[in-house]
């Protein structure tokens, strides 16, 4: 049974029900991942700390083809992505997720998602800080330097980093 090839892919939820999945395929047994980062949110007269996922209504589960039923049976999931023209669920590549993941368990930073057609940028990979070890693509936005990785199935996750911490990268293969 190990010997069946799994594969990362994203899927959809209810509104507001990411961590209530999460419990469901920690039930389960369903290997899964919930990007879920720590901001500040700004009340009228108040702030506080909350948790919240890093992109609302998505959940990424690694499961082989006959165990992906098992995740559509589950209460909360909507369905699987697909690229646009497919009818099978979009495969993440492993090391997109490594990545993502170390982006998001290390930042100190808030983390964007975005789906806009960014331009590839260098390869760097951080050389202090948090986040030190991580590649990705350095980018300028509205004056921040920006660590961007890229997830082929629905766009990058990024986040600001002094342009002092990176160092561009040679012959590594994204």
């Known amino acids: 049974?190990?010997?069946?090839?799994?594969?990362?892919?994203?899927?959809?939820?209810?509104?507001?029900?990411?961590?209530?999945?999460?419990?469901?395929?920690?039930?389960?047994?369903?290997?899964?991942?919930?990007?879920?980062?720590?901001?500040?949110?700004?009340?009228?007269?108040?702030k506080q700390k909350v948790r919240i996922p890093v992109i609302a209504g998505m959940i990424f589960v690694k499961v082989s083809r006959a165990e992906q039923l098992q995740v559509l049976k589950t209460p909360g999931v909507v369905t699987f992505l697909r690229l646009r023209g497919s009818s099978?669920?979009?495969?993440?590549?492993?090391?997109?997720?490594?990545?993502?993941?170390?982006?998001?368990?290390?930042?100190?930073?808030?983390?964007?998602?975005?789906?806009?057609?960014?331009?590839?940028g260098d390869r760097v990979i951080v050389t202090g800080g948090s986040l030190q070890g991580l590649t990705g693509e350095l980018i300028q936005r509205k004056g921040e330097f920006k660590v961007i990785v890229r997830i082929e199935a629905f766009g990058c996750a990024m986040v600001t980093i002094p342009g002092a911490l990176v160092e561009p990268v040679k012959n590594i293969s994204i």
């Open 88 to 120: 099978t669920a979009a495969i993440i590549p492993d090391k997109q997720i490594e990545d993502f993941r170390f982006l998001v368990e290390y930042s100190d930073h808030e983390i964007e998602i975005t789906n806009e057609n960014i331009e590839i």
């Open 1 to 46: 049974m190990t010997d069946i090839p799994r594969y990362w892919h994203a899927v959809y939820t209810t509104s507001r029900s990411e961590k209530r999945v999460k419990e469901r395929f920690e039930i389960q047994g369903i290997e899964h991942f919930l990007p879920i980062q720590t901001i500040i949110r700004q009340w009228k007269y108040r």
